[in-house]
Every structure is written in C-alpha cells, then in structure tokens.
C-alpha cells in the first residue's frame, strides 16, 4: 500500500537524525516543497543552530505554523525494537525518534499547506513557517532569535499555531492555550563549619534552614486563575556535609523551581522568597535564572478555529489546558497575541521506542488544512 503524502514526508524526516541542535538538512527539505508553493524561504543560523523562517503572502492576518526538526538524543539503542532513525511500522503505529514529537507534525503542516494553497490560491493573508533546530536544547539560538529579527524589521504574527504533541489519549483531546513560567533559584545558606561535638563553636546552616524551607515549601504563591493550576514551588537538589559524620557543614546548598501562571510575576516570587529568607535571619547567597514567561491565549478566534477543525474531523470535543512544560510558544507570545499548540499524543515523546498511531496521520494533517480553511479561506 502506498504511503500517504503525510506519511512518507514523516517517514523522510525521520530517516534524517537531527539530533539537537543539528538539523541534518530537514529545513533544506521544507524549504523545497515551500519554495515551489510560493513561499520565500529564509534561513537565519545563529551560533551552529539552523532555523528557517518561510513566509508566502505580504497580506495580513498573518498565521504561522511553527515546530522544531530537532529531537532528543536516542537513548541506549538496544533497548529499540527497532533503529531508532530507521521509520517502522509495527502493530499499527510508526516507530522513529521525532515521530510523535514532532516530525508528524511539521509534515502534516506542509502538506495541510500544499492542500490549501491549491484548493484556495487566491486565500487571504499570509501563511508562514517558523522552524527550529534548538528546541529540544538550550533553545538560546532558535525561536527566540528568530521572534527578535521579525520584530526588529517590524513583521507582525497574527495566529501561531505550533505543532507540539499536546494530545493526552485520542488525537484532539487536548490542546495548549498557554504555559507556565519556569523560574528557578540557586540558593547557597551559610553556616559555620566545626565539630559535632562542639555544636557551640560551629553554626549549622541546615538546622538554620529548616524552618525557612518548611514556610517555602507551605507558601501559597498565587491561587492560579481559570487556566492555570497554582504556582508551585518545588526543591529539585539539597546538598550539605563533607561525608564525615562527625562534622557539622559550613554551607548547604539547594536547588529549587518555581512553576509559575499568570496570577504571579518573577519579580513578586523573586521578593517574597528573599523576604522569607531574610525573616529567618539567614546568611545566604541566591542566584536566579528565568527559562521562561507564562503565556496565556484566552478563548478566541484561534481557538475557536482549531477546536472546530478538530470536531469536524474526529468528533472529538477538545479541552484546553495550560499543563505540561515550558515551549517556544513562550517566545513566540512575545510578538503574537494568539498562539495555540496542537499535536499527537504524547504518551511515547523522548521514550524508547517513540511512536505515533498510523490512524492519527492524516486526521491531524486535515486538521491543520481546516484551520487554514476557518481563518483564510
């Protein structure tokens, strides 16, 4: 049986190992079959990174598909069941790294295009694609730089749609209108090291940290708000002592995170954890670092327009959530006022033996195509 357009467009990107941040040419492939459709293709490198910025149209609204064509180091091979960039199929699924996150995707969204472009050459606005290479990475040199060049030369988005696996068990079930912010801390406490046994010549940084650490860790930051859960803050390393038992340690170390919604700011976390620490008398050092803002696409036209597609083409009536990690959706929402993510299931993403159901294929490629129907046609 021949493999749909979809399918075989997978199954090539797939075939490419673009472990991050090396593309292995999936761009150049995109921007083949872009090019022929009218679209001039752009790439923008930045420090070993590739990214392509391909736009067809000068019209506004302005809707971009946006993805990344890296993926995430295979794991030990031999616990594949099959070669990891080799695409098998195998009790009705197709097995690859990249295949549910997010390769399926990013050739659904080029063939969607081909399909609409030909069904509706006269579409208004503008259709564009915003691919990376570093997502799955530092992601320091792919979208981010791109969302600064557009915005520097006064290109505007008006709808993004990015392909992220966002599907919890059905395709359609469940798409992404936002997601939290990811603010962590360095917390170094200084105490005074000294024998155990002379607890009066010594200051113990974890006794002393204790209580602190008991008011974080019961701290209500926010209440959340309609899509989003409350902040959480969340200790990930603790470390202090020399290994001897018999010594108290000079500096305990810890390392935390704060999951944050709209409801709060990285400033306001950044004071009321300092103000806590100071409360309780401490001597400590804190480095912060901010992988990301929360972003929030109310209910709207995006939305609505891929909520109807998926209806239309599963039935399904899908839910929106702002759970999961951060993405390049928290660039892009920078410059667009709209963005929304949607894709397969994600139960297999950065697993062994990575897949998506063959069924799923082409439905989320005329998802795609019907979102383009419902705001361009």
Known sequence: MTPS???ALTEELIALSSITPDDKGCQRRLAGLLAPLGFTCE????????NLWARKGTASPVFVFAGHTDVVPTGPVDQWHSQPFTPTH????????GAADMKTSIAAMVVACEEFTAAHPDHKGSIAFLITSDEEGPA???TVVVCQRLEERGETIDYCLVGEPTSAHILGDMIKNGRRGSLSGKLAIKGVQGHIAY???ARNPIHQAAPALAELAAEQWDEGNEYYLPTSWQVSN????TGANNVIPGELTLEFNFRFSTASTAEGLEARVHAILDKHNLEYDLQWTLSGLPFLTPRGTLSDAVAS?????????????????TSDGRFIARICPQV?????????????DEHIELRFVDPLKNIYRRTLENLLA
């Open 5 to 7: 357009r979809t399918l």
């Open 43 to 50: 790439t923008i490198e930045s420090n070993g990174v590739t």
């Open 90 to 97: 195998r009790d009705g699924k197709l097995y690859g790294r």
């Open 140 to 142: 320091t040199d792919g």
């Open 199 to 201: 607890p009066q010549h």
């Open 238 to 241: 603790i470390h202090a002592g």
């Open 309 to 325: 597609a998926i209806a239309l083409e599963t039935g399904v009536h899908t839910e929106l959530s702002t759970t999961g990690g």
């Open 340 to 352: 929304i993510e949607f894709g397969p299931p994600n139960a297999s993403i950065h697993k062994i």
